[in-house]
């Protein structure tokens, strides 16, 4: 990989904004998160060498992504809303992990605290005490 070019980098928010480095990371490990930028990763030999054969041009409508396999097939897939998005919502399990993987990095609590956080954080119309839930915080 050239680190001079915008393909791959070994910095941590050049690879965060590369669309070569997170197309090929959730080519081959179906998501993108915090763990997705650790040094390890970015330094992720096949995520490398997918990065470099990655391409992609600007077009007007919705985002398509276009697999052009080895074996001469080609698979298209037109994206929707984004995952999260209001018309598109995480579920609560998904957006408990979310926060959960989002604050394991922040601070680095148990993960039954942290469970514990994201259930009061996803209960807070009933919480009774928030200046104690926002110290938490």
């Not at 097939?73 to 998904?94: C, F, K, Q, S």
């Not at 394991?104 to 807070?124: F, W």
């Amino acid at each position: 990989c050239d680190w001079s070019s915008d393909v791959c980098s070994s910095d941590l928010i050049d690879a965060k904004f590369s669309l070569y480095f997170t197309v090929a990371t959730t080519l081959l490990h179906g998501r993108v998160n915090f763990a997705s930028f650790a040094p390890a990763a970015l330094q992720d030999a096949a995520t490398l060498q997918l990065a470099a054969r990655v391409d992609y041009r600007v077009v007007k409508g919705p985002a398509r992504l276009t697999l052009k396999l080895r074996d001469g097939r080609v698979i298209e897939w037109l994206a929707g809303p984004l995952y999260g998005a209001p018309e598109n919502p995480m579920d609560e399990a998904a957006l408990r992990a979310k926060f959960i993987d989002c604050a394991g990095m922040a601070r680095r609590a148990p993960r039954l605290a942290l469970t514990q956080l994201a259930d009061r954080l996803l209960g807070i119309a009933d919480e009774t005490n928030l200046p104690a839930l926002l110290r938490v915080l």
